[in-house]
DNA sequence: CGTCTATTTGAATGTACTCAAAAGCGGTGG
DNA sequence: CCACCGCTTTTGAGTACATTCAAATAGACG
């Protein structure tokens, strides 16, 4: 029967090569961690200790403003991806984003001084994170492009097509958060689509 | 006399130290080039074969799309920083932007095989490109963030807080376009703003 | 001075939002 | 089993934000 750890290692194994002491290296540094719906990973203000796995469940990366109590999602997080504040884990600093599970969420983390550890012993991971940065890097780029070329009834459109799963899976104003329109909004272009 | 490189030296060891031995392969590994105003670094389609540093000028990088002949500027490259489909670069495919020069443009260049032997001999530049890309990618999403949560002259607001310089420097069409709106609106914000 | 390009201005239009009310939907307890 | 509660989605009217298009003006450069 498979372990949560195994997901993690095929996702690492799929683009860097380890051998079986490094394997047993990385796997120790990991914990478990379990979430209820609704809890907080990690909420603004706070310094992001963990870098987090996500093997089961789902995720909000959000912003508050505290003028309005509205709130921004910067993205989701599913399983195979990772779920902290990122710059305020590499930096150790406050942070301005909250994270929030949107359903019950099995995941992997590793603290601050091991991953540090992780990087020293292993240096392929500096390549591995290098990597998988620049891939993120890569999709917010077309996220911008989108978000200053289209419509925001053409970037629900483009979304539905990218992540069909994540449209099925989540309610409707969260979605429309995520893209930075009204639940009305949305609502509208989604009963314009069906006729 | 400062030569070119100097300004490329002194950015990389802010972050990272190297000894002399280093400095010199490392030096020895980038090429001057220069290009005039309204001359492409790369073209959509090409594979981008070089990573570029500005010593002196600007450039755009870009989206066209065909339909429309509309552009979409991602983002501008001023000096000390970098100027490559990123995307491109490291994967060696071809390029979805196009880069051009807004000014006459001194450039410090590293191709593809050179920019590999760097970071294998000197592992430290995995971890340098990995903090470099990662300070990106934070920008990036508080610029979605924006995008999702402000309206068009609250952009522009923020723009010109952040790059006060860039705004004196270039033509209201090309911010306009950075910012995703249309040159006549961004004629009416600003009139707005000194009434 | 003339030409080319960029910016400004105004009117008409389209896109998306606000606000309010109604309808849908799932869970819980009587 | 049904009634009620809380939360999400739908719908519509009125409004605000931003665009399009066209024409006038301003600036840069040879």
Redesign the interface.
């Known amino acids: 029967m498979a372990k949560p750890i195994d997901s993690l290692l095929q996702t690492i194994t799929s683009k860097i090569t380890l051998n079986q002491a490094e394997i047993d290296f990385f796997c120790s540094l990991w914990k478990p961690r379990f979430l209820k719906k609704g809890q907080y990973l990690v909420q603004a203000g706070d310094v992001c200790k963990y870098d987090s796995f996500v093997v089961k469940g789902c995720l909000k990366i959000f912003?508050t403003?505290w003028q309005t109590g509205?709130e921004?999602i910067?993205s989701f997080s599913l399983e195979d991806w990772w779920a902290s504040d990122?710059?305020s884990f590499?930096k150790q600093r406050a942070a301005t984003y909250d994270i929030q599970a949107l359903e019950d969420c099995q995941l992997l983390q590793i603290d601050y001084p091991s991953f540090q550890e992780l990087?020293k012993q292993i240096?392929q991971f500096?390549?591995y994170?290098?990597?998988i940065?620049?891939n993120?890097?890569?999709s917010?780029?077309k996220?911008?492009?989108g978000?200053?070329?289209q419509t925001k009834e053409e970037r629900y459109k483009a979304f539905i097509k990218q992540y069909p799963q994540i449209n099925k899976r989540l309610p409707q104003y969260l979605i429309a958060?995520?893209?930075?329109i009204t639940p009305e909004f949305l609502s509208k272009i989604r009963s314009k689509k069906e006729s």
């Open positions: 912003h403003n509205q921004y910067l990122l710059e590499v990087l240096p500096e390549r994170f290098r990597i940065t620049e993120y890097l890569f917010l780029q996220r911008i492009l978000t200053i070329s958060s995520y893209l930075g």
